[in-house]
């Protein structure tokens, strides 16, 4: 059995209303076919859509991969190809804004570069290691060895020029 959560508002608590269930201040159903966007001259509708799951509300998967200390030596320091690395944390705003250039460079890159993430909170001794103080960091690699870095958040043409002299080197 299926049970819900309602939060009231103070001023609503003192009527004898029952609470609405969250899924009624949607303007469509999850589960339904058919689907109903209010807008401002009228309503949008689409027929036929596969159910929304909530992975489906949620931002397109990323194209980085996850590295961890168990998985650094292998897809870091022994690939065959260039490396990108960003080091995040999951508390960090700027971050979040970095995660998407470098999604967008790993898919514009594939094959060419291989693009992983690494949160530093939880891996801190690979930070540690290349004195990583600060986050968003981008380090980029050729054959094990760091070449490049990209401090802060930055404009994705810096990530490109620093990829691309790491390519050509």
């Known amino acids: 059995m299926a049970s819900s959560i309602s939060i009231i508002p103070s001023y609503f608590a003192s009527t004898s209303l029952p609470p609405l269930p969250i899924a009624s201040h949607f303007p469509f159903n999850l589960n339904s076919s058919t689907f109903f966007f209010p807008l401002k001259n009228g309503s949008f509708k689409l027929r036929n859509a596969p159910p ?25 320091l022994n690939s065959d190809s260039p490396v990108l690395v960003e080091f995040y944390a999951s508390w960090c705003g ?19 570069l291989s693009c992983f993430i690494l949160n530093a909170d939880d891996d801190f001794p690979i930070a540690e290691d290349y004195e990583i103080k600060a986050v968003p960091v981008v380090l980029l690699f050729k054959n094990g060895e760091k070449r490049e870095s990209v401090v802060g958040t930055m404009p994705k043409d810096f990530y490109i020029a620093a990829i691309e002299r790491v390519l050509k080197s």
């Open 52 to 76: 929304l799951s909530p992975k489906a509300l949620s931002a397109r998967a990323p194209k980085a991969a996850v590295v961890t200390k168990d998985t650094w030596e292998k897809s870091v």
């Open 94 to 112: 700027p971050c979040r804004m970095v995660h998407r250039i470098i999604d967008e460079i790993a898919g514009e890159y594939a094959g060419r």
